[in-house]
Antibody, heavy 116, light 107 residues
Framework: EVQLVESGGGLVQPGGSLRLSCAAS????????MNWVRQAPGKGLEWVSY????????YYADSVKGRFTISRDNAKNSLYLQINTLRAEDTAVYYC?????????WGQGTLVTVSS | EIVLTQSPATLSLSPGERATLSCRAS??????LAWYQQKPGQAPRLFMY???KRATGIPPRFSGSGSGTDFTLTISSLEPEDFAVYYC?????????FGGGTKVEIK
């Protein structure tokens, strides 16, 4: 059974940093592209970042470019999102999602709250 | 950036009725469009991909159609578990984008 489990969310002050993790199991993680997608409270879905199976190609949404860094460790079956210089508008549930353009499996999400 | 516009924002229907959800793209996305269902407090779930292909485990009462800029998700006869928010999403161009969602609520 495919499982994606996010962790690392929490309350952080504006300008702060967090590192989100996504632990994958039930499939060959190193063979799949992965993404981060976020959802602000009561709002719709926003794609954040994408990384290829090898990590060689990475894309970001303009709203996070220069502040967020996606990475992966295939030996640990894990996906990461380093988020820096956090703003109030980054408050959201952050989901990791598998797939190249179409997200066929999602984690349950981890909540990031940016507030002083 | 490709903008996806979903309509209506809310659809109020009764169980057993037919639901028709629309997604319009600001430029052609070919058939690279997916639909997701999201229930309160849950992660989204893939329902349709490449416009008309049902994801694993999705019942045949769900169908998708369209290409280019106009797409439709149809639920032929609403079951109680179908009341949720539905999002369309394109993978034709970066950045990947989602529509604003259509909430299907019980009338």
């Amino acid at each position: 059974e495919v499982q994606l489990v996010e962790s690392g969310g929490g309350l952080v002050q504006p300008g702060g940093s967090l590192r989100l993790s996504c632990a994958a199991s039930g499939f060959t993680f190193s063979s799949y592209e992965m993404n981060w997608v976020r959802q602000a409270p009561g709002k719709g879905l926003e794609w954040v970042s994408y990384i290829t199976s090898s990590g060689s190609t990475i894309y970001y949404a303009d709203s996070v470019k220069g502040r967020f860094t996606i990475s992966r460790d295939n030996a640990k079956n894990s996906l990461y999102l380093q988020i820096n210089t956090l703003r109030a508008e980054d408050t959201a549930v952050y989901y990791c999602a598998r797939g190249m353009g179409t997200f066929d499996y999602w984690g349950q999400g981890t909540l990031v709250t940016v507030s002083s | 950036e490709i903008v996806l516009t979903q309509s209506p924002a809310t659809l109020s229907l009764s169980p057993g009725e037919r639901a028709t959800l629309s997604c319009r793209a600001s430029q052609s996305v070919s058939s690279y469009l997916a639909w997701y269902q999201q229930k309160p407090g849950q992660a989204p779930r893939l329902f349709m991909y490449d416009a008309s292909k049902r994801a694993t485990g999705i019942p045949p009462r769900f169908s998708g159609s369209g290409s280019g800029t106009d797409f439709t998700l149809t639920i032929s006869s609403l079951e109680p578990e179908d009341f949720a928010v539905y999002y369309c999403q394109q993978r034709s161009n970066w950045p990947l984008t989602f529509g604003g969602g259509t909430k299907v609520e019980i009338k």
